[in-house]
């Protein structure tokens, strides 16, 4: 079956930090790869997506690359701002069950002014 | 309306009580879903409707029992809940009755938060 491996948390950085939070995922075939994000006391938003090799999901100055060859999906940002800070989850689509999002184990961010 | 509204916010019930937790959406999705999220966890699947019929229960126990009254609405019926069923209560909801992908992503509501003594 599928699964994610997410960067393990918690990550704290300064305002106008680089940010990189690692995603890694195991499946069969192609799956389409997500990153949601959740903001203190709220649930969560689709961030930005993928569906095949190469292709780039971009959304409020985040962005991630489906590479096939290294089966990953990491999350970039240029530069930080506090109201960033948030829990983000990479997430995938199951192949054993194609309702289900396979989601990582999220990552706390949290960024200092 | 690009929303899911889920009520209420914060519930809070003793392990006798029935309550419910309530879910709507406007978007004209087909699918609608319950998620369990524990502190600083990732969301778990416990229900999935399709086309207001009942298509996955992830062996989730006969003390939450989901309803879809209609394609907007979804329900989430409490009874004789357990402190360790305290948690956030996650509905989303997505566009087609049939498979995820990337084109048919899923939208979640804000959650309700229960707390059960």
């Known amino acids: 079956g599928n699964s994610v491996t997410q960067m393990e948390g918690p990550v704290t950085l300064s305002e106008e930090a680089f940010l990189t939070i690692n995603c890694t995922y195991t499946?069969?075939?192609?799956?389409?790869l997500f990153w949601y994000v959740q903001y203190p006391g709220e649930g969560l938003q689709l961030l930005l997506k993928?569906?095949?090799?190469?292709d780039k999901g971009s959304n409020k100055g985040f962005e991630a690359t489906y590479r096939k060859e290294t089966t990953s999906f990491h999350l970039e940002k240029g530069s930080v701002q506090v109201s960033d800070s948030a829990v983000y989850f990479c997430?995938?689509?199951?192949?054993?069950?194609?309702?289900?999002?396979?989601f990582g184990s999220g990552t706390q961010l949290t960024v200092l002014p | 309306d690009t929303e899911v509204t889920q009520t209420p916010k914060h519930l809070v019930m003793g392990m006798t009580n029935k309550k419910s937790l309530k879910c709507e959406q406007h978007?004209?999705?087909?699918?609608m879903y319950w998620y369990k999220q524990k502190a600083k966890k990732p969301p778990e699947l416990m229900f999935v409707?399709?086309?207001?019929?009942?298509?996955i229960n992830e062996s989730v126990p006969s003390r939450f029992s989901p309803e879809c009254p209609n394609s907007s609405l979804l329900n989430l019926h409490l009874h004789a809940l357990q402190p360790e069923d305290s948690a956030l209560y996650l509905c989303?909801?997505?566009?087609?009755?049939?498979?995820?992908?990337?084109?048919?992503?899923?939208?979640f509501g804000a959650g309700s938060r229960l707390t059960v003594l």
């Open positions: 993928a569906t095949k090799a190469d």
């Open positions: 997430a995938s689509i199951s192949s054993g069950s194609a309702r289900q999002l396979t």
């Open positions: 409707y399709s086309y207001e019929k009942l298509s």
């Open positions: 989303a909801s997505s566009q087609e009755g049939s498979s995820l992908s990337g084109a048919n992503v899923l939208t």
């Open positions: 499946a069969t075939g192609y799956p389409s």
């Open positions: 978007m004209g999705h087909r699918a």
